[in-house]
Structures are given as structure tokens and as C-alpha cells.
């Protein structure tokens, strides 16, 4: 039972555009939303996160929007750069649990 | 400041052998997880720590896995024996312990049991 769903296992963009990489969630009781970066060969490292009590965070060229009647958040990267590509994961927790549930990720390539 | 330190950063045994990793968290981090990856899927809890007591192991298979965290600080997680589907990489993470407070991962332990 996925209860964190990332449906495009790849993604390309070209440099510069916007990157969009979605995630959709089943569990209600979500309520703490997260995007990992993962370079090969390394750990997951944490990108930017939001409460379900806001429906958008910004942090320089990452924003992360949250439809929770759609259950569904995603991360836009803009512009992207080279240095984007990886694999992204979405994460999300319930009632405060640190308890992370993780979507399969999503594999972005930044076309030069 | 030093990120989460886990060893070895690859093993390779043979099915029925035992395996141990071992993860040093980031200094005055009180909690400390344990999750594996398989491949192709994102990481998934085996044990959460909070300090020496561990809060969540509800998805450890404890039949052949066993962690511990002596004093608190690093923690060691066991496989005995190994099987063929235990192929994974195994992250070691810790945090602040705050509610919505980010993880920090280590690099990972690839295993692979042949």
C-alpha cells in the first residue's frame, strides 16, 4: 500500500525552463510534507518542506504547493541548472510523527 | 560540522551470513533512524531511536534483524543471517527530535548478499 505516490519515474528539462515534479499522497492524516535531493552514492538531503496548514513554501528557485483536497503538493525548480539533476523523494508525516512515509522519487535529468 | 557518518560504505557476503553497520549521528542529535532502500523505491523506517530507547521498531523484521544504541549515541544494526532479498542500501539518519524537524542522512551501506 504506496500512501506516497510519484508517478513519473524521470523527468527532462532543459536548462533554464521550469522543472515540475509532482506527488500525490492517500493518508489523510498527513499533515507535514518534505522533497529530498539524492545524488548517487549519497543520502537523501532535505530540499524544502511545508505544513498542511499552508498551501505554498518558497525558497529561492524551489517552491513547493500543496492541494490537499487533491491531496497532491509538488516541487517547481525554476530556472533548473545542471546541478539540479537527481533523484528527487517525497516525503510526508502524520499528526507530527516523525515517522517518514517516502514516494518512490522521481529521477530529474537538467538538459545542458 | 561533521553529517551523519555510517561504515562500511559497501559489503558484499553470502546468504546465511551475518552483516553488521554501524552509524555515528550528528553531535546532540537525540533521535536516530534506521531505514533501507531498496532498489528503485524510496527509503523505508526499520527503527527510530530516541536516544537509547527505541520508540519505533514496528518494521524491523526482528527475526533476523537487531539494532541497538548503547549510550545513546551511535547505533549498530545487525542481520543474522542474511538473505538474498536483504540487497539494499541502508541509510542511517538523526535529527533534533523536534516535531517537523528535517533528517540528516548518512551515505549508506550498500549491501549486497549473494
Known amino acids: 500500500d504506496q500512501q506516497v505516490k510519484q508517478n513519473s519515474p524521470s523527468l527532462s528539462v532543459q536548462e533554464g525552463r521550469i522543472s515540475i515534479l509532482n506527488c500525490d499522497y492517500t493518508?489523510?492524516?498527513?499533515?507535514?510534507f518534505l522533497w529530498y535531493k539524492k545524488y548517487p552514492a549519497e543520502g537523501p538531503t532535505f530540499l524544502i518542506s511545508i505544513s498542511s496548514i499552508k498551501d505554498k513554501n518558497e525558497d529561492g528557485r524551489f517552491t513547493v504547493f500543496l492541494n490537499k483536497s487533491a491531496k497532491h503538493l509538488s516541487l517547481h525548480i525554476v530556472p533548473s541548472q545542471p546541478g539540479d539533476s537527481a533523484v528527487y523523494f517525497c516525503?510526508?508525516?502524520?499528526?507530527?510523527?516523525?515517522?517518514?512515509?517516502f514516494g518512490t522519487g522521481t529521477r530529474l535529468t537538467i538538459i545542458p | 560540522e561533521a553529517g551523519v557518518v555510517q561504515s562500511p560504505r559497501y559489503k558484499i557476503i553470502e546468504k546465511k551470513q551475518p552483516v553488521a553497520f554501524w552509524c555515528n549521528p550528528i553531535s546532540g542529535h537525540n533521535t536516530l533512524y534506521w531505514y533501507r532502500q531498496n532498489l528503485g523505491q524510496g527509503p523505508e523506517l526499520l527503527i527510530r531511536?530516541?536516544?537509547?530507547?527505541?520508540?519505533?521498531d514496528s518494521q524491523l523484521p526482528k527475526d533476523r534483524f537487531s539494532a541497538e544504541r548503547l549510550k545513546g549515541v551511535d547505533s549498530t544494526l545487525k542481520i543474522q543471517p542474511a538473505e538474498l532479498g536483504d540487497s539494499a542500501v541502508y541509510l542511517c539518519?538523526?535529527?533534533?527530535?523536534?516535531?517537523?524537524?528535517?533528517?540528516?542522512f548518512g551515505s549508506g551501506t550498500q549491501l549486497s548478499v549473494l
Open positions: 493518508n489523510s492524516m498527513f499533515d507535514y
Open positions: 539518519a538523526s535529527s533534533l527530535g523536534r516535531v517537523g524537524e528535517k533528517l540528516f
Open positions: 516525503a510526508a508525516s502524520a499528526d507530527g510523527n516523525e515517522k517518514l512515509t
Open positions: 531511536y530516541e536516544n537509547e530507547e527505541a520508540v519505533d
